[in-house]
Structure formats: C-alpha cells, structure tokens
C-alpha cells in the first residue's frame, strides 16, 4: 500500500508559470517534507512542517512556498519557475521530529520549458 | 552545517559479488546517526541500514552491513552476494542527534548489477 504519493510523477511547466506539486500521505505521520533533488546532487531539504508550524530553511528562496491544509496533504508551491528549480521534488513523512525514519514519496520529476 | 561526501559517482559489480560503497562526512558533534537510503529508478528512496554514533558494533541488515570507523568520519556500506534488485542509487546520510532534525545527503552513489 502506498504511503506516501506524490501527485503528479512527472509535471511540465512553463517559464514564470506557477505550479503546484502535491504529496499525500497515509501514516498519519506529524511531520512532512519537502527536497529538492537536482540531477547529480544530493536532496536539499527545502522547508518541512510540524503539524501545522512551518519551518523554512534559510536558503530556501522565496519563489518556494508550501501549503498543509490538513495532516495528510501537503502542497509545494512554485509561484515563477525558472529553468534552474527544474529537478526531482521529493516528499517525505516522520512521524514526530525526533524521529529516524523518514518515509519518502517517488517524487515528481518537475521540468520547466 | 554538515557535510557527507560520496566520492564514487557510479560502481558496478557482479552478481553474486561484493561491493563496497563509500562515504565520508565531515561533523564536529559527537553524537549522531548515520543511514544508507536507495533509491530505485522511479521509485521511492527507502532506508536500508543506519548506525547510531555512540555503537561501536558495526550495524548489519541481512546481506548488506557497513564499516562505521568515527575516528576517520567514515560509513562505507558492504552489500554482500549483490542481486539484480541492488541496482539502484545509493545515498549516504548524516542526521544530528542533538541539533534540530535536518538529514544532510551526499551526491549518491549508482551501482549497476552486472548479470
């Protein structure tokens, strides 16, 4: 059974055209993150939440939001893409904060043209 | 903030075989853990093994073990009788066990399964 999905797989967009990319998840787990996985490089964390308190990391630019509307879900937003946020977008879960298991979604492959 | 190195971009071994890949960090706590996530071709990254820093023992899931030497900064992984469902990227990671919750991940490592 599939845990955490990410919607959609493989999504393309166009220069400065916003785009959402969504993660659900069935674990019921507190905390929910978001990566950015460009190609060769390792995942950079973008911001996570804990319940509903968001915690953005200090490199994050601004061009990058995220929604939780409820435990389950929640959105990455990209308000004007550029060619360089094109990468692999990964979701993962944890159960609480302290927690050494994170649960990660397949991703979403996001180009930009 | 944290550093983890993986200075093998790509391997490859033979089925059945050893292989061994390699991680370095670099981290001036004392106290942390260290995992090895996969990531198959389309599918999601899972956990394969990780080492609490304070365990001497070297951790150990079924065929695959690693060699934790904390004075060196070093977690290499050993898959031992390597399967066609090894192939896949492989990422080293860092987490602190006292200084908030971030993973810090190398560059990742693909190893190919040579039939």
């Known amino acids: 059974d599939a845990m955490v999905i990410q919607n959609p797989r493989y999504q393309v967009t166009q220069f400065g055209k916003p785009v959402t990319l969504s993660c659900s998840q069935t674990?019921?787990?507190?905390?929910m993150y978001w990566y950015q996985q460009k190609s060769s490089q390792a995942p950079k964390l973008l911001f996570h939440?804990?319940?509903?308190?968001?915690?953005n990391e200090a490199d994050t630019p601004d061009n990058f939001q995220s929604r939780r509307p409820n435990t389950s879900f929640c959105f990455l937003d990209i308000r004007s893409p550029g060619l360089g946020d094109a990468a692999m977008y990964l979701c993962?879960?944890?159960?609480?904060?302290?927690?050494?298991?994170?649960?990660f979604g397949p991703g979403t492959r996001l180009t930009v043209t | 903030a944290q550093t983890v190195t993986q200075s093998q971009p790509e391997m490859s071994v033979q089925e059945a075989e050893t292989v061994t890949l390699s991680c370095t960090y670099d981290?001036?706590?004392?106290?942390?853990?260290l995992f090895w996530y996969k990531q198959p071709p389309s599918r999601q990254m899972i956990l394969v093994i990780r080492?609490?820093?304070?365990?001497?023992q070297n951790a150990t899931e079924n065929r695959f073990s690693v060699n934790f030497q904390k004075a060196a900064k070093s977690f290499s992984l050993k898959i031992s009788d390597s399967q066609l469902g090894d192939a896949a990227m492989y990422f080293c990671?860092?987490?602190?066990?006292?200084?908030?919750?971030?993973?810090?991940f190398g560059t990742g490592t693909s190893l190919t399964v040579i039939p």
């Open positions: 939440y804990y319940d509903k308190d968001f915690n």
């Open positions: 080492q609490e820093a304070y365990k001497q």
């Open positions: 981290t001036s706590e004392s106290d942390y853990y």
């Open positions: 674990l019921n787990h507190n905390v």
């Open positions: 990671a860092y987490r602190s066990a006292n200084t908030g919750n971030q993973f810090y």
């Open positions: 993962a879960t944890s159960r609480d904060l302290e927690s050494l298991l994170q649960y």
